[in-house]
């Protein structure tokens, strides 16, 4: 995604949903997450994290509730999407 002059890692808080990769760490600044299969069949483990200092910098950014609002948006569109 072009930033337009924004800080490269704006609206980009959570992982890419649409271009999920089982088996991986997914990351965005803020949130991970990872995904695993048993042997190809279902999920042996589901597993979120949130980097606190990514966070913390997140909010002293003075785009923080723009590029929230965007990540938020972002992730909601790629996750119907993914759906699909």
């Known amino acids: 995604m072009k930033h337009n ?15 999920f990769r089982p088996d991986a ?3 965005g600044k803020v949130f991970s997450c ?7 069949v279902g999920r042996s483990k589901r597993e979120i994290a949130v980097d606190i200092a990514a ?3 997140c909010q ?11 990540s938020v948006g972002k992730m909601v569109l790629e996750s119907t999407i993914a759906t699909e």
């Open 25 to 27: 760490r997914m990351a």
């Open 60 to 70: 002293r950014c003075s785009e923080f509730q723009a590029c929230y609002q965007l």
């Open 5 to 19: 002059g924004h800080k490269e890692c704006y609206g980009d808080m959570y992982p890419d949903a649409l271009h």
């Open 55 to 57: 966070r913390d910098d």
């Open 34 to 40: 990872e995904l695993d299969t048993a042997g190809g």
